[in-house]
């Protein structure tokens, strides 16, 4: 009698199924590349690939195999092997798992899904989101790998899972795909000629059986046709594959990340600008922060605002056809498509505080130093349209951080003459004062051109004068930027106010004359910076605010229309001012009143969340307990539940209402725990003939002895007595427990596991 083969294949025939199954999972795996950048998706990925092809090559191995093996399998694959390819950060030397690491792959599994897709490509730097490609090739190769070794006429459905992981590259990548027509063609090719192959293999055995006596000239002649055949398939699916791939353009691509929403709309939080007084007001000497690294003429940006609801400018949100407001999750680069000069710039935070993170350009990356730098980095957000960074954990003294940037240089007036305001839309203001559409109406179209309308208003308002309304001042200026306060403004003859309402009155003019302008609030010394590198200590007194309108061929172009702060000399007839009281006390009230106020708006809330961090701090506990729990749970359930069906099995058997039964139940309970230590027990002999074979492997079993009493008790005249059967029972049950201590611990763990008495038991069904 042969041995059954360890594999369901030949070694040669596994080793094609295999390496069809690579090629395939490595191009699923290049399928990422776009949406991670760098090479750690490739560790991930293939890494991935490799371990679900040897757990589908061991599960399909003769003493594992079963799909409840396979699930343990990848679990286990996920578990030992899942910290160092998919969070390498939280091991130890990138290779030693750590509880942080297996915490965060855990929930990676769960969470990282969401996370990609709302994440700003390149996404290698972000935590855990390389789950996704590791568990993705993992479970799809394995499957793949399983299907391939144990089909026969089915097998072209083993491709399948490799597609669909291809699938899912795809669709959580973005619109710029990797190579699409060579991956569309490499996968459709190995596919078919893998398929062919297979085929063939299927037809070619069935022949040798079937037609051993045909003429070796006609089976000759048939195996070419069907050579012939199988190369025009793959010709076929090569031409198609290229034909579909390479007409597809980016723009056209649909991707899951065009479904989901940003995860925060900053229209939510106060608008900064709001407390812009404040900074002048309790921050006038106090240093900020400390800036180095800055080139020549930059600012240092805090916040963008393109849309004014009346009281206050503020960020777009999603309902807007702006984009200002929606931030996504950054890692450790951002893509940056924008020309200009690269800058490194370190910036040590002091007095400043807020979620809002000041910036130069276009942020490359972005890393956070200092005791906070893992919670602020994890909390990390920016918006790729506006150059403007948040972290909700929100900067306090002593964070500190360091970032690479693309600095656009900024033209000069002469440089504009003949360039065109670029057509783009941002979001129309819900209110814009009467006098001030007045002001426009007679000021705003006196140019040639847009750029001469622009410089001609810019002009103006810088012949007004300059306050902050504080005591020192000798002008008063209400604080605001509300239409109330806006409308005053413009009561005057003589305007007067800061960058507040001078930056606002500017962007709402602007838009009067269809000119798309954006506000932006921001930091920059008096004298400006001067590109040497040299640390700069900015203060409250260095918080400014400007404009911001769109060239063509120049990008956003700043332009001040605040006058100098000397021009505080300007006075007004002396006439009194007419009906001030309802016009300043419909504003709200100016957030510089409080004088313990933070200097954000949105400060307190931050603090909130420190305290509400440190009350709940319990809560990470209770996700590291159940990870535990939860990865101690898997690694237990496929012992739960082939334990829980043998259970089942024993407890018929033992419960079986003719006493006869009870003792063929018995018997077979002996047979079918020596055929899950992995005992090739003969099928189609007599009782005598199977005890033999288990007493020789197992002397302990007393097989031989158990197996004349049943013959005995079934065979002979009336039923066994039921006190004989219990006794009979307790027999059995020394019996499994001799063969189990004469098994080898590998043996005995794997019988626990093993379902191949119940496969016995079904095929002897089949033959009777």
């Known amino acids: 009698m042969t041995d059954t083969p360890m594999l369901p294949r030949t070694q040669k025939q596994a080793l094609i199924d295999c390496a069809a199954i690579f ?16 090479v750690a998706y490739l560790f991930a990925g293939l890494g991935g690939t490799l371990l679900g092809i ?4 061991l599960t399909s191995l003769r003493p594992l195999r079963g799909w409840l093996m396979t ?56 935590p855990s989101l390389l789950v996704v490609p590791f568990l993705t090739l993992l479970v799809c190769t394995t499957i793949a790998t399983v299907l391939a070794l144990r089909l026969r006429r089915g097998a072209p459905f083993a491709m399948l899972p490799g597609v669909i992981a291809l699938l899912v590259g795809i669709s959580f990548g973005t619109k710029i795909a990797f190579w699409p027509a060579a991956l569309g063609i490499l996968v459709a090719g190995v596919i078919v000629a893998w398929c062919a192959w297979r085929r063939a293999s299927w037809r070619t055995g069935l022949n040798d059986e079937v037609e051993v006596t045909n003429d070796t000239r006609h089976r000759s002649r048939a195996r070419r046709q069907r050579t012939r055949g199988a190369v025009g398939m793959i010709a076929a699916a090569l031409l198609v594959a290229g034909l579909i791939s390479i007409p597809v353009q980016p723009a056209s691509r649909a991707v899951l990340r065009d479904t989901v929403e ?23 000497d106090a240093t900020l922060m400390t800036v180095s ?9 805090l916040a963008t605002f393109d849309y004014y609801d009346g009281t206050v400018f503020a960020v777009a949100g999603s309902q807007q056809s702006s984009g200002s407001g929606s931030f996504a999750r950054i890692g450790d680069e951002v893509l940056v498509q924008q020309s200009g000069t690269p800058a490194t710039v370190r910036v040590d935070v002091q007095d400043y505080s807020g979620i809002w993170v000041p910036d130069v350009g276009f942020i490359q990356s972005l890393r956070f130093d200092g005791a906070r730098q893992d919670a602020l980095q994890s909390s990390l957000h920016y918006n790729g349209q506006t150059g403007t960074a948040i972290t909700l954990e929100g900067l306090g003294s002593g964070d500190a951080y360091e970032l690479e940037a693309i600095v656009p240089a900024q033209p000069d007036p002469e440089e504009l003459e003949g360039a065109r305001v670029t057509d783009l839309q941002v979001p129309d ?12 109406a007679t000021w705003g179209n006196e140019g040639q051109n847009q750029l001469e309308n622009i410089q001609n208003m810019q002009r103006l308002m810088q012949n007004g004068s300059f306050s902050h309304g504080l005591e020192d001042d000798t002008i008063p200026s209400l604080a605001g930027h509300g239409a109330s306060r806006i409308q005053a403004m413009f009561e005057r003859d003589v305007l007067v106010g800061d960058d507040e309402q001078y930056a606002t009155a500017f962007a709402l003019a602007l838009n009067r004359i269809n000119v798309p302008a954006r506000v932006v609030m921001g930091l920059y010394p008096d004298d400006g910076f001067t590109g040497d590198g040299a640390a700069v200590e900015l203060t409250g007194g260095d918080m400014h605010a400007w404009v911001e309108v769109p060239f063509e061929g120049y990008g956003w172009v700043q332009f001040d229309p605040t006058p100098p702060e000397d021009n505080d000399d300007i006075q007004p007839e002396p006439e009194p001012e007419p009906d001030p009281k309802p016009q300043v006390l419909q504003p709200p009230q100016p957030p510089e009143e409080p004088a313990d106020m933070s200097p954000d708006t949105v400060a307190d809330e931050g603090q909130e969340d420190d305290e509400e961090i440190e009350d709940t701090s319990w809560v990470v506990w209770l996700w590291v307990g159940g990870s535990v729990l939860l990865l101690l749970l898997l690694l237990a359930a496929p012992f739960i539940v082939v334990g829980a069906i043998k259970a089942a099995r024993w407890r018929r058997r033992y419960r079986s209402e003719r006493e006869s039964d009870r003792l063929s139940g018995g018997w077979h309970e002996v047979v079918d725990h020596a055929v899950d230590l992995g005992l090739p027990v003969p099928a189609g002999v007599t009782r005598r003939e199977v005890a033999g074979v288990v ?12 197996g004349e009493f049943v013959d005995e008790g079934v065979f002979g ?21 001799g063969m189990r201590a004469e098994a080898k611990p590998t043996k005995r763990l794997l019988g626990r596991l093993s379902l191949r008495s119940f496969a016995r038991r079904r095929k002897e069904r089949r033959r009777r």
């Open 54 to 57: 040897a757990v589908g090559v």
């Open 71 to 126: 699930a343990a399998g990848i679990v286990l694959a996920l578990v030992l092997f899942g910290p160092a390819l998919a969070v390498p950060r939280k091991t130890i030397g990138g290779i030693i798992p750590t509880l942080d690491a297996w915490q965060e792959l855990l929930l990676g599994v769960v969470f990282s899904w969401k996370g990609l897709l709302t994440a700003e490509p390149p996404a290698e730097g972000f």
């Open 429 to 440: 203001p819900a209110v814009v004062p009467d006098l001030l559409q007045a002001w426009v």
């Open 695 to 706: 007493e020789d492997r197992y002397p302990r079993s007393r097989a031989t002895e158990i």
């Open 293 to 301: 690294g800055m080139p020549d003429d930059s600012r240092l940006r």
């Open 717 to 737: 005249p009336g039923e066994p007595a039921r006190e004989d059967v219990d006794a009979f029972w307790l027999d059995v049950e020394r019996s499994v427990q």
């Open 23 to 38: 090629v395939v999972g490595l191009a699923a795996t290049l399928s990422f590349g776009p949406v991670f950048g760098g």
């Open 262 to 284: 940003p995860p925060i709309e900053l229209a939510e939080y106060p608008s900064p600008l709001a407390g812009y007084r404040n900074w002048h007001k309790n921050f006038e």
